[in-house]
């Protein structure tokens, strides 16, 4: 079984800033993509950001210049700093991340609890 463990949330007045964490533990053998996704009040989930096992980042146009996503692969841990908040941005954000448990197994999906960040303005 593999976790993910989400912290960092909150609420925040706009052009303010927060940093989540998620850190991934349990039976993990390698993991491959890291990112956050978000669900607003009323909307469907949509990609954040994401960091893939080759080092790659991809970013939601509405928070390209403001969001930065990081990963350290030692702890199995992908951040997420965000700036610039402004009301749009409250969700409830997840973590996910794509994990395979053993050499010849294969990646399986992985979604944490959620964080919620709330921006007043």
């Known amino acids: 079984q593999v976790q993910l463990v989400e912290s960092g949330g909150g609420l925040v007045q706009a052009g303010g800033s927060l940093r989540l964490s998620c850190a991934a533990s349990?039976?993990?053998?390698?993991?491959?993509?890291m990112g956050w996704y978000r669900r607003a009040p009323g909307k469907q989930r949509e990609l954040v950001a994401d960091?893939?096992?080759?080092?790659?980042?991809n970013y939601a146009d509405f928070v390209k210049g403001r969001f930065t996503i990081s990963r350290t692969n030692a702890n199995n841990t992908v951040y997420l700093e965000m700036n610039s908040l402004n009301p749009e941005d409250t969700a409830v954000y997840y973590c996910?991340?794509?994990?395979?448990?053993?050499?010849?197994?294969?990646?399986?999906?992985?979604w944490g609890q959620g964080t919620q960040v709330t921006v007043s303005s």
């Open positions: 960091w893939t096992s080759a080092g790659n980042t």
């Open positions: 996910v991340a794509n994990v395979k448990s053993t050499y010849f197994g294969n990646y399986g999906t992985y």
């Open positions: 349990g039976n993990i053998f390698s993991i491959g993509t």
